[in-house]
T-cell receptor, first 114, second 114 residues
């Protein structure tokens, strides 16, 4: 079955540590997105990528970094500069960058501070 | 950019009753309006969507209505069941970009009491 796989499901970060969240899709989708979800605040866009080797900042990019070296992979690094990283992180994809299509989501990674 | 407001933030109904969740959007150029259901510990999943050339769409017990003049769209769930309990999100595209981005509402937590 095609879909988006996020790993790990749970992740713990120590002070001063960078951690990387994995997102892989086998849907052959062009565009991929990272969201942060906090209770009662909906989904906030961190970074997005429209095509391989290209990505743009979303609304809350500070303290995060991404890469898009392969079409199917869009890893997110939460750096030590992100002072409040505890949240549920969701990766999504769309077939193309046309605006009238649904987003397909993974099942998320829950990140906590040790 | 697009601004999406979703109401109510929480909704509790008795099994068998109907539930209605409403979203308003700001950009009159938006033309695609999906609804997502998120179960605990999972990513959001598309349950129904509507495009701006129709006013209503039904799929069994769920329906979505769109009022483009007033810039609002609503999710209707009839004959609710306990398994309908989840967080529901509406979304609207950001038509001023070419990135497939969407703005999400803050979510509605629906509880169906048996």
């Amino acid at each position: 079955d095609g879909g988006i796989t996020q790993s790990p499901k749970y992740l713990f970060r120590k002070e001063g540590q960078n951690v990387t969240l994995s997102c892989e899709q086998n849907l052959n989708h062009d565009a991929m997105y990272w969201y942060r979800q906090d209770p009662g605040q909906g989904l906030r866009l961190i970074y997005y990528s429209q095509i391989v080797n290209d990505f743009q900042k979303g609304d809350i990019a500070e303290g995060y970094s991404v890469s898009r070296e392969k079409k199917e992979s869009f890893p997110l690094t939460v750096t030590s500069a992100q002072k409040n990283p505890t949240a549920f992180y969701l990766c999504a994809s769309t077939l193309s960058t046309v605006s009238n299509q649904p987003q397909h989501f993974g099942d998320g990674t829950r990140l906590s501070i040790l | 950019g697009e601004n999406v407001e979703q109401h109510p933030s929480t909704l509790s109904v008795q099994e068998g009753d109907s539930a209605v969740i409403k979203c308003t959007y700001s950009d009159s150029a938006s033309n695609y309006f999906p609804w997502y259901k998120q179960e605990l510990g999972k990513g959001p999943q598309l349950i129904i969507d509507i495009r701006s050339n129709v006013g209503e769409k039904k799929d069994q017990r769920i329906a979505v209505t769109l009022n483009k003049t007033a810039k609002h769209f609503s999710l209707h769930i009839t004959e609710t069941q306990p398994e309908d309990s989840a967080v529901y999100f509406c979304a609207a595209p950001n038509p001023d970009t070419n990135a497939g981005k969407s703005t999400f509402g803050d979510g509605t937590t629906l509880t169906v009491k048996p």
